[in-house]
């Protein structure tokens, strides 16, 4: 399995501040990010499998949406993450 439990701790202390912080947006983001690279990776070798291109863009749209929150009401912690995870605006 590419997203264990430890992986998940691990991503969570990195960038929520605490593995028991699971709710924060930038950890959500970081997880979101961690699944869309292994989708993408995934789909490249794949190229007919339509349930995961459907579940990547969903992926997609959920991390946009977190983001678009953090740039709305945090532009610092937004800029921050961003810069992190080497994402596009």
Do not use: C, W
Not at 24 to 44: C, D, M, N, W, Y
């Amino acid at each position: 399995m590419y997203l264990t439990s430890e992986i998940k701790k691990n991503i969570f202390a990195e960038h929520g501040g605490n593995e028991a912080d699971t709710g924060s947006p930038e950890s959500q983001v970081a997880l979101f990010t961690h699944r869309i690279s292994h989708l993408t990776g995934h789909l490249k070798k794949n190229k007919k499998d339509k349930n995961t291109q459907r579940s990547l863009i969903l992926l997609v749209g959920k991390r946009r949406k977190l983001l678009n929150y953090l740039k709305n009401n945090d532009i610092e912690r937004y800029r921050a993450i961003i810069k992190k995870l080497n994402l596009r605006k």
